[in-house]
């Protein structure tokens, strides 16, 4: 059974930086790409990256795009999301999921998740 566990989250201020880490273990199938979606307070879960097994294929929601870098040690099934320029807007649970490449990014489409990491960006 698949298992996935995210940290690394935490309280900064606008402009700092975060580095959350997301492990995969257990059976994944041929789900092998890594996508890291975020839920804030009253709205839905949103994509924010995804990443290939091999990390050729990396994409990016727009909103992220130029602050967010992942990528992932697929030796260790582990996935990274490095959060730079960090926004109040960022403020969310952050939480990971494994799908195929170039699967959905609408997240009703994936049902194993893990616990989430708390981002919370102050002012």
């Known amino acids: 059974q698949l298992q996935l566990v995210e940290s690394g989250g935490g309280l900064v201020q606008a402009g700092d930086s975060l580095r959350l880490t997301c492990t995969a273990s257990g059976r994944s199938g041929s789900n092998n790409a890594m996508y890291w979606f975020r839920q804030a307070p009253g709205t839905e879960r949103e994509f924010v990256a995804r990443i290939s097994r091999s990390s050729v294929f990396i994409d990016y929601a727009d909103f992220v795009k130029g602050r967010f870098t992942i990528s992932r040690d697929s030796a260790k099934n582990t996935a990274y999301l490095q959060m730079n320029s960090l926004k109040p807007e960022d403020t969310a649970v952050y939480y990971c999921?494994?799908?195929?490449?170039?699967?959905?990014?609408?997240?009703?489409?994936?049902?194993?998740w893990g616990q989430g990491t708390q981002v919370t960006v102050s002012v």
């Open positions: 999921t494994v799908g195929r490449s170039g699967g959905p990014t609408d997240w009703t489409a994936y049902t194993t």
